[in-house]
């Protein structure tokens, strides 16, 4: 069993790791592959093309959740891993902006997609396999360490980067190095095939193939057969709770020390780092406990814990991380007056209106702020207190903030080694902590959980698409409608209500519609 564990997860890794090298580079990326000017659209743009790899997942879950019922699971997570491996190679020998224009963001989409499609198939084969092979009451244990996957991928992601980011300096990195973790896929693509070939197809499908059991058509049999509508219903709403508690946790954080906090890539990559490799055990331990007491209360339990913690940690993080900037949205407020931003990641610095320039300018620092109607007479006013200032002058901008003592870089000491570790660096972790917990108790059993929901005939196509469908439009999603709602409002913390209240409306219905699944039958 425990080849079987390590041959299914050392691959979904690696495919991990392919997708979220762009996701660990997701504000490095906007400057290089978007115009330049507006620092704000091209990070929005960025994440745009981050999700553009979840949108067409769901897509993924049905071709290849069709070819898995059809001529298997080994077979088909081959597939996919070439596919990852080598679309993220290429994105390692796209051209910026600055070389080739609009074919930079073009290709880097294309290769999104590809990847997106490819990953569509990879984790429903891989919980499978695992399902498929395990003892009924020890299923939760060993699926949960396909719930380590996407954790451990990120984290290899970011060792990754940040080893080349220390042995190549931060100019070298940021002008050619940064393609060397993506080229460096090769490697793994060829690593990973050799550990799947060794091993042999699932005992489950085989014995459904000899019997002449396969679906001729699961993709209809799941998506319009009576009796899996409420499977699907309990699947759906179990995927969307993993899928916000996961991305909030362990992807938004990384995103939100860099931006709201200002922490330096490096250093905010080496806290998440930590972070995910102290709370990762919680997923082990979650599959664990749910073999004893069972799936739907340990689910239940990380939903809860996800919908309660989200917005106090993310507002610790803010007390903690910048703590002056936290007490100066109080005690010298800014507002904006002006019109609507519209945010184009295509215009140039040259086309955006001085509404535009403030509100991109204030978003840069980290500053929250308040929108207003324009005043008469004026396209922009920005006051500070008592301040006002017409137009977009950033000289003057700049002066009456630091006059008003608003800081101008993080507070958080730069980690140069884990010497450097201080109070703040642990309190940040331990803030982060608290969401994984919530993260991992959602997440352990949920692979075991749609495993057990849906039948060996169609089980790979029918646990993919619920799976991939909430990751794309829940998870995916989730940092770019954070950072949209930020933009809109002014708000650092504003988007965060949005996973606060799509995890409680999840959890509402699962209490409704999530069955108990322990000791059924495979």
């Known amino acids: 069993m425990t080849r079987v564990v390590v041959a299914s997860s050392t691959g979904t890794v690696f495919e991990f790791y392919d997708f979220f090298l762009y996701g660990s580079l997701v504000t490095f990326f906007g400057a290089l ?257 749910a073999d004893r007491i069972g799936r739907r209360p340990v689910i239940l339990a990380g939903m809860l814990v996800s919908a309660l913690s989200i917005m106090p940690a993310y507002t610790g993080l803010l007390t903690v991380g910048n703590p002056m900037l936290a007490t100066l949205q109080t005690t010298a407020p800014v507002s904006v007056y002006a019109t609507p931003t519209r945010f184009d990641p295509f215009a140039s610095a040259a086309e955006l209106d001085d509404a535009t320039r403030g509100r991109d300018y204030l978003a840069k620092r980290g500053i929250s702020y308040s929108n207003a109607p324009p005043l008469e007479g004026s396209e922009l006013v920005i006051t500070v207190n008592d301040t006002r200032i017409v137009g977009f002058d950033r000289e003057l901008l700049q002066q009456t903030l630091a006059e008003a003592g608003y800081p101008d870089k993080s507070a958080v000491t730069r980690l140069e080694s884990l010497s450097d570790l201080d109070s703040t660096h642990v309190k940040l972790i331990a803030l982060i902590l608290i969401m994984i917990v919530g993260a991992g108790l959602t997440c352990g059993p949920g692979a075991t959980f749609l495993a057990e929901v849906f039948p060996t005939r169609i089980r790979y196509t029918a ?51 999530v069955p108990e699944t322990r000791g059924r039958s495979l």
């Open 33 to 289: 592959f978007f115009p330049p000017g507006n620092e704000t659209a091209a990070l929005l743009a960025s994440l745009a093309a981050f999700g553009a790899g979840f949108a067409i997942r769901p897509l993924g879950a049905l071709l290849f959740g069709r070819l898995g019922d059809r001529v298997g699971r080994k077979r088909t997570f081959l597939i996919t891993i070439v596919f990852m491996g080598l679309s993220t190679a290429l994105v390692g020998l796209i051209p910026t902006f600055e070389v080739i224009g609009w074919w930079a963001p073009a290709l880097l989409v294309t290769l999104r997609l590809v990847q997106g499609l490819a990953l569509g198939g990879e984790y429903g084969g891989a919980a499978i396999y695992v399902a498929e092979h395990s003892e009924p009451s020890r299923r939760g244990y060993f699926t949960s360490w396909i719930q380590t996957t996407a954790t451990l991928g990120l984290v290899l992601s970011l060792l990754v980067i940040l080893g080349c980011r220390y042995a190549l300096g931060e100019e070298a990195f940021r002008e050619w190095g940064w393609r060397i973790p993506f080229l460096l896929s090769v490697i793994l693509l060829g690593l990973s095939v050799y550990i799947r070939l060794q091993i042999s197809e699932s005992p489950l499908f085989e014995q459904l193939r000899r019997e002449g059991g396969l679906a001729r058509a699961p993709i209809r049999e799941t998506l319009l057969g009576a009796e899996h509508r409420k499977p699907m219903a309990a699947a759906l709403v179990v995927a969307a709770g993993m899928a916000l508690s996961w991305y909030t946790a362990q992807f938004y954080s990384l995103v939100f020390l860099q931006t709201a906090l200002l922490i330096d890539n490096a250093t905010a990559s080496v806290l998440i780092v930590l972070a995910l490799l102290i709370g990762m055990s919680t997923f082990v331990l979650a599959g664990t406990l």
């Open 463 to 513: 646990l993919s698409v619920p799976y991939h469908i909430t990751s794309a439009w829940f998870g995916g999603f989730m940092p770019l409608t954070a950072a949209w709602l930020v933009a809109r409002s002014g708000d650092v913390l504003v988007g965060l209500w949005y996973p606060v209240v799509v995890m409680s409306t999840a959890l509402v219905l699962a209490l409704w519609v």
